[in-house]
């Protein structure tokens, strides 16, 4: 007789967990910004991060990639475990190399032209070749509006644009993770927009993000989970729905209170 199979049994082996943070803490002197914060995503995942200013989403960011070295903790990224009690600098360059941040200030080389911004990490990181990296550079430009912009400098760009070349900096070195860090919150208003749209174009690929962000309507439209922050820990996290429409702790609500039109919690 077949063995029978538990519906929980059967949902941890569909699962495809791509990335996997556990009991993540982060002090910077005697302030405890996070206090055991544990995240799954599974591949093709758009993960929003929600929370108050100070509620340790940056900071846990970044802790993904050990661009801020956890207390304690560990990260898992397809396959690969660092332990942040004992990390090595190789293991921290091998778990940094399956991601791609974007940045807040966009962190342009300002000397270099968009083509050149992007082909930096591909030859000197991952060693291709200068005229194949060019190839990439142009492709992925050209996938987020820029192919008018090849030779242009960050100073002659708006911030759009340079965030823009941010993401095909991003999407050329074919991380398995694309992490977002309040991609829009340095633009001028009317120059949103063409971020997120391009971020939402990024989404339908099926690569996998985790966005920290403000951006309600974004998280709304294109999230698969939402995870919301304060005080340095997780006190909620489901799908948009179960998010806007049925969030189930007290204090999701009141943060949501204050940033979501009270019509926007059915979608």
Do not use: W
């Not at 090849?150 to 900096?169: C, E, F, K, L, T």
């Amino acid at each position: 007789m077949a063995e029978s199979i538990s519906n929980e049994e059967k949902s941890g082996r569909e699962k495809n967990i791509i990335l996997k943070a556990s009991g993540i803490k982060k002090s910077f002197g005697k302030n405890e910004i996070l206090k055991g914060v544990d995240l799954e995503v599974e591949k093709g995942d758009i993960v929003v991060i929600l929370g108050p200013s100070g509620a340790g989403k940056t900071t846990f960011l970044r802790c993904l990639n050990f661009l801020e070295k956890p207390n304690k903790g560990q990260v898992t990224i397809d396959g690969l475990t660092v332990d942040a009690a004992h990390a090595s600098k190789k293991e921290i360059l091998a778990l940094r190399r399956k991601t791609a941040m974007v940045f807040q200030q966009y962190n342009l080389f300002k000397n270099k032209t968009s083509v050149e911004n992007i082909t930096e990490g591909l030859i000197q990181v991952q060693k291709v070749p200068k005229q194949e990296a060019i190839k990439i550079a142009k492709d992925h430009l050209d996938k987020v509006g820029l192919s008018e912009k090849y030779d242009s400098y960050p100073a002659n760009m708006s911030g759009g644009q340079q965030q823009r070349v941010g993401i095909a900096r991003a999407l050329a070195l074919r991380p398995e993770v694309i992490l977002f860090d309040e991609p829009t919150s340095a633009l001028d208003p009317e120059l949103v927009g063409e971020v997120l749209s391009v971020m939402k174009k990024v989404g339908k690929t099926g690569i996998t993000m985790i966005v920290v962000t403000h951006e309600i309507q974004f998280a709304m439209d294109i999230a698969t989970k939402v995870v919301v922050m304060d005080n340095g820990v997780v006190i909620e996290a489901g799908t948009p729905k179960q998010i806007f429409s049925n969030a189930k702790e007290e204090r999701t609500r009141q943060f949501l209170k204050k940033i979501v039109p009270e019509y926007s919690y059915v979608i």
